[in-house]
């Protein structure tokens, strides 16, 4: 047998949208695990913000009523033809948490009270203090038509509290207090991943589509689902490592943040025949000892597949340079120029010299 989400709130079936509200109000209070030390009280506050996300929702609601819990998650045929009712599914997005942060608007009500001074703790941005000694008083409390009723009494409000606030009697409760908390939603830290690319790509410029899984916000601004999107990178000619692309605000979405920006910066890979050195890139070539002291021409790859050749005509000694200007990486700002191909010479010394062959060279080669 499906869930009585009505039983759970302990309202009749034919509440209104007023009744809900005190219930869901009244119920949360009591049953918070912060508050409620009971090892049950986390399950019951979640079975109590499950009923309320149903019974708030009109649409969920005609479902329900018509279908109960199984028909509502799992889509059937009304007799009524209840719109919506063959083909609604609904999942609890299994945040209570999320679903009271919404309802009081991310804003601890006993603040205004006690002040940030007193201990509390803090779950998903709303907390509760723990320096009241009587929990039995406490309970009673929140069967009361009013929870904060006695902290007006107590602070000498005539008419009570709504919403925290005092001399305003019993009007409806849960909108001023999501007004009075909006403002206070703060955004999260950026997410930042580091995006790996080629000189290939950084030569020519490239666009990478990233796939995001994310929670956004559903339209009654509480419940939540999980999201796909593809954000396409667009990486210019020569941008250089450590280079920072942002998207703002394309983070989880919950009832009480400000979305995330997300950030990729670019990571070099390794290549190769290249290195990278700013908008030059190095070439390590290896020659032999002949070809350092005989001369030779040497055919040197470029990041555009071509080969150049290059004469080497002098002695060549280990680690001499060769500078082929504009055969680099683009420079960022200025695209159609382009950093230089350096070569870096090293020579290779042979194991072993036949000792004709080193009677000759003795024979031939300077003292100093």
């Known amino acids: 047998m499906g869930k009585d989400y009505y039983k759970t709130l302990g309202i009749p079936k034919g509440s209104n949208e007023e009744e809900i509200k005190k219930a869901y109000r009244r119920m949360a209070l009591r049953f918070h695990p912060d508050k409620n030390k009971d090892p049950t009280a986390e399950e019951k506050f979640k079975e109590i913000a499950e009923a309320y996300e149903v019974l708030s929702d009109p649409k969920k609601r005609v479902v329900y009523d018509q279908l109960g819990e199984e028909g509502l998650k799992t889509g059937g045929s009304s007799s009524s033809g209840a719109p919506g009712s063959s083909s609604y599914h609904y999942t609890f997005h299994g945040d209570p948490h999320a679903t009271f942060a919404s309802f009081f608007g991310g804003t601890n009500p006993f603040d205004m009270f006690f002040g940030s001074n007193r201990s509390h703790n803090r779950t998903n941005g709303f907390s509760f203090h723990n320096d009241h000694s009587n929990d039995a008083e406490q309970d009673m409390d929140m069967e009361e038509d009013d929870p904060f009723t006695h902290f007006g009494r107590q602070f000498g409000f005539p008419g009570g509290m709504n919403n925290g606030f005092p001399g305003e009697g019993r009007r409806r409760r849960g909108v001023p207090s999501e007004r009075l908390g909006a403002s206070r939603k703060q955004q999260d830290p950026p997410v930042v991943h580091e995006l790996k690319v080629s000189l290939e790509e ?28 593809i954000l396409n990178i667009v990486i210019k000619k020569g941008w250089k490592e450590g280079t920072k692309i942002t998207f703002p605000k394309e983070g989880d979405e919950t009832p009480e943040n400000i979305p995330a920006d997300i950030a990729f910066v670019l990571k070099d890979k390794g290549h190769a025949h290249f290195k990278r050195d700013g908008s030059n890139i190095i070439y390590k070539c290896k020659i032999s000892l002949k070809e350092a002291l ?58 072993r010299i036949p000792p004709q062959s080193r009677e000759i060279i003795r024979q031939h080669l300077p003292q100093s």
């Open 202 to 229: 950084i030569f020519h410029g490239c666009t990478k589509r990233m796939k995001i899984t994310r929670r956004r916000l559903n339209p009654d601004g509480r419940s939540m689902r999980t999201e796909d999107k």
């Open 294 to 351: 005989c001369g030779c021409t040497l055919s040197i790859p470029t990041l555009d597949n071509r080969v150049i050749s290059l004469p080497c005509n002098e002695i060549i000694k280990p680690g001499t340079v060769k500078r082929l200007r504009g055969e680099g990486l683009p420079f960022p700002k200025s695209p159609s120029q382009r950093g230089d191909l350096i070569v870096e010479f090293s020579v290779r010394f042979p194991d």
